[in-house]
C-alpha cells in the first residue's frame, strides 16, 4: 500500500513516519514550507513560485502521484487544487480517497454555540465563513466518502456530509517526549502557554489570571512560547512545571497531548458533555475562564498536585495516543476504503 499525505501539517509529518514503522509506505507532502520549519518528505516551495509556475507544479505532483500512489489522505480539507478539480482526476483513475478535518477548517459558529459552549470562538476570515465551510464540505464529501476526526467535538460539523466517519485519536511520538515530572521540591513553579491563535484559544484570560496570580504575591514565573521549531518548543515545554493549552474549545489539542507525554499537569477546558466521549481517566486538568484563576492558584500552592497529574497524564498517553498504535488503527481504515 502506497499512501500520500498532503498538503500541510506536522501531524500528518507524525503519522507517516509511525505508518512507515508499521510498513506502510507512506510520504508526507507540504505544498509550501512553514514559516516555522516542519520537515516532510517532500516539499513543493509553491511559495518560490509565481502564480503561473504554482499551478504548473500542481498539475505535474498530481500527474507524479497518481501514477505512485494507491491511497490519497488530504488533511484540512485541503487537496491538489483549491477548487478540488483534481478529485475527479482521482476518482476516474481509481484511487482510494480520505480527508482528515483539523479543526479550523471545520469549526462553525452557528454549531458550536448549540452544542451549548458559550465561551466557544471560531477563526474569521472570507474562508472561514460557515458559507465558506458548507460548500467545501459539500464538494469534498461529494468525491470522498471516508473522513476522519480526532474527537466528537469535531464529529458535530461534518456528521451530515460524509458516509462513512472515523475517529481516530491524535498521535504522539513517545520517543520523542520523554517525561520530566515537575519537581516536588520546586517553590517557584513555571508556567507556559503556547498559543496558536491567542483569541481561539483565549489568551486573555490566561493573562488575567497570571496577572492577578501576581498582584496577590503568588510566587511563580510566566511565559507565552511562540514563534519556535517545534523541537526548540519541546525543549521549553520541558522546563515547564504547569501548562496551560486553551480554555474556550471544550476538547483538547495537540499541544494538551505533548504536554501530558512530557509528564506535565495540562490545564486545558473539557465540555462535561465531551468527557465520556475521550479514553477513560482523562488527566487533564479543566479550567474555563470562570475559574482559570482558582484553578492555576491551587497548582501553584500544591507541588504534589502538580507531580500527580503530569504522571498521570505521561501514562494516559502512553496507553492512548502512542503514534504506532493509531498507525495500525489507521492502516484498518485504508483497508475499508
Not at 88 to 111: E, N, P
Not at 309 to 320: F, S
Request: proline share 4%; with cysteine.
Amino acid at each position: 500500500m502506497r499512501v500520500l499525505h498532503l498538503p500541510v501539517g506536522r501531524q500528518m509529518i507524525e503519522m507517516c513516519e509511525a505508518l512507515r514503522s508499521i510498513g506502510v509506505r507512506a510520504t508526507s507532502c507540504h505544498f509550501r514550507q512553514r514559516s516555522v520549519p516542519q520537515h516532510p518528505d517532500r516539499c513543493l516551495h509553491l511559495e518560490r513560485l509565481s502564480r503561473r509556475e504554482r499551478l504548473q507544479a500542481r498539475e505535474q505532483w498530481l500527474s507524479e502521484a497518481v501514477q505512485r500512489y494507491d491511497v490519497f489522505h488530504f488533511h484540512f480539507g485541503q487537496t491538489f487544487f483549491e477548487d478540488h478539480s483534481d478529485l475527479r482526476y482521482l476518482k476516474r483513475h481509481g484511487k482510494k480517497l480520505i480527508v482528515q478535518h483539523r479543526g479550523s477548517d471545520v469549526r462553525m459558529l452557528s454549531v458550536a454555540r448549540t452544542a451549548d459552549n458559550p465561551h466557544v470562538r471560531v477563526k474569521s476570515g472570507r474562508r472561514r465563513s460557515e458559507e465558506a465551510i458548507q460548500r467545501e464540505l459539500h464538494i469534498l464529501s461529494g468525491y470522498i466518502d471516508h473522513a476522519i476526526v480526532a474527537d466528537h467535538e469535531l464529529l458535530a460539523y461534518i456528521k451530515p456530509y460524509y458516509k462513512h466517519i472515523h475517529l481516530l485519536r491524535q498521535s504522539v511520538t513517545l520517543s520523542k517526549f520523554l517525561p520530566a515530572y515537575p519537581a516536588l521540591s520546586k517553590t517557584r513553579p513555571l508556567i507556559l502557554h503556547a498559543p496558536t491563535h491567542e483569541y481561539v484559544k483565549g489568551t486573555e484570560y490566561v493573562l488575567k489570571a497570571v496577572a492577578r496570580l501576581k498582584a496577590r504575591g503568588f510566587d511563580f514565573e510566566f511565559e507565552l512560547v511562540q514563534d519556535l521549531t517545534h523541537e526548540a518548543a519541546i525543549a521549553r515545554y520541558r522546563q515547564a512545571d504547569i501548562i496551560i493549552d486553551q480554555l474556550l474549545q471544550g476538547s483538547c489539542g495537540v499541544f494538551s497531548l505533548e504536554g501530558m507525554a512530557l509528564g506535565k499537569p495540562v490545564v486545558c477546558y473539557i465540555k462535561d458533555e465531551l468527557l465520556p466521549t475521550y479514553p477513560s481517566g482523562l488527566p487533564l486538568i479543566s479550567a474555563s475562564p470562570a475559574n482559570i484563576y482558582s484553578t492555576l492558584k491551587r497548582l501553584i500552592r500544591h507541588p504534589e498536585l502538580r507531580s500527580r497529574a503530569g504522571r498521570a497524564g505521561r501514562r494516559y498517553i502512553e496507553q492512548y495516543y502512542d503514534a504506532v498504535g493509531r498507525a495500525r488503527e489507521l492502516k484498518k481504515i485504508y483497508d475499508q476504503l
